[in-house]
């Protein structure tokens, strides 16, 4: 079965440092990984998605993430931290069991960026 | 918000009551879903309409039934619901539910409280 996990249940990083949400997956057949960000009192919204081609995916509000296949993980990152990107983020992965597309999501990781 | 609206953003109600929670996207997609998101759990997911079929069902109790009129509409109709059943419940909407590439777009949520 296809699974993510997200090792951190909290990440706190200061304004303009660099930040990264860690993700390792696990999937039979090709992986195809999504970020999504929920603020509060939100729904989650898309950020990026890993299908194919280049390793480094850049997405939404500067983010990007890179695939590594041998470390089977796919962190995101933002080079300079803003307090406004404090929310929980969520790893994704596809799963076609049954025939159909549906999202297999992690627990989440909240994000605190400290002034 | 991404053009997925719920209603209403907040339901309080006993065991005995019956309600419904209203979704309503105005992307033009396929597929819609349903999912749970509990504190410090993962999202699970519900159900799943593909072009108004139901594909899938979760093991979801019986107390949670779901209905899609047309592509832009779902509901998921509470009776006899518990404590336990508290919680955010998300809708989601995507192109098709059997492509691979597609993201879905969410709802800012029901929030839940069963008394």
């Known amino acids: 079965a296809q699974s993510v996990a997200q090792p951190e249940d909290q990440v706190n990083v200061a304004e303009g440092n660099p930040l990264t949400v860690k993700c390792t997956y696990s999937v039979s057949g090709n992986p195809y990984l999504f970020w999504y960000v929920q603020y509060p009192n939100r729904g989650l919204q898309f950020l990026l998605k890993y299908i194919t081609g280049d390793n480094l995916v850049k997405g939404s509000y500067g983010f990007e993430a890179e695939f590594n296949k041998s470390q089977t993980s796919f962190h995101l990152k933002k080079p300079s931290a803003l307090v406004s990107d404090s929310a929980l983020y969520f790893c994704a992965v596809r799963d076609i069991s049954g025939g159909y597309n549906k999202l297999i999501f992690g627990a989440g990781t909240r994000l605190a960026v400290h002034p | ?115």
């Open chain 2, 1 to 115: 918000e991404t053009g997925v609206t719920q209603t209403p953003r907040h339901l309080v109600m006993g065991m005995t009551n019956k309600k419904s929670l209203k979704c309503e996207q105005h992307l033009g997609h396929n597929a819609m879903y349903w999912y749970k998101q509990s504190a410090k759990k993962p999202l699970e997911l519900m159900f799943v309409y593909n072009f108004k079929e139901q594909t899938e069902n979760n093991s979801v109790p019986s107390r949670f039934s779901p209905e899609c009129p047309n592509s832009s509409h779902l509901f998921l109709h509470l009776h006899t619901l518990q404590p336990e059943d508290s919680a955010l419940y998300l809708c989601a909407s995507s192109p098709q539910s059997g492509s691979a590439y597609n993201e879905q777009f969410f709802g800012p949520g029901t929030r839940l409280t069963v008394l």
